[in-house]
């Protein structure tokens, strides 16, 4: 999915005492415009007002249509497009932890030992591997 994006540098002067202020953290503010859903999956505008007291501001409704992420890497560095696929890249990474934490239960390792530990992990990657094999193959098979 290809994003017409854009990309600023930035940097944050910080005063020290007795001194010019100076550059302590350079980076970049990268975005891009959301695609629009199509019509037949849109969601119904206000539908969270009845549990907010407040009205949303227009800048926070033009804002909510964008993705901005703000990253230490120049500007020059990378195209904003290459920056939003290594952040979701980063995401699915992040969501396949969280899976096998939570559904393997790899955050409680009982054993101590470091070469049963690395046993005991490694099985369990591998065991991990096998079940989403498998239900890729479930998924992509067509309803009897």
Not at 11 to 20: F, V, Y
């Amino acid at each position: 999915m290809g994003f017409a994006g854009w990309r600023c540098s930035w940097s944050i002067r910080a005063a020290k005492a007795r001194a010019e202020a100076s550059p302590c953290r350079q980076g970049s503010l990268s975005g891009a415009r959301m695609p629009k859903p199509p019509k037949n999956q849109r969601k119904r505008q206000g539908g969270n007002q009845r549990h907010c007291s407040k009205r949303l501001q227009p800048m926070t409704i033009t804002a909510a249509g964008f993705v901005m992420l703000l990253t230490s890497i120049p500007a020059d560095a990378m195209t904003a497009e290459e920056v939003l696929q290594t952040c979701r890249l980063r995401w699915q990474v992040e969501l396949a932890f969280k899976r096998l934490k939570s559904g393997m239960g790899i955050h409680k390792l009982p054993a101590r030992d470091k070469r049963l530990a690395r046993s005991w992990l490694m099985a369990h990657l591998i065991l991990a591997l096998i079940i989403d094999e498998a239900v890729n193959d479930v998924l992509d098979s067509p309803p009897l």
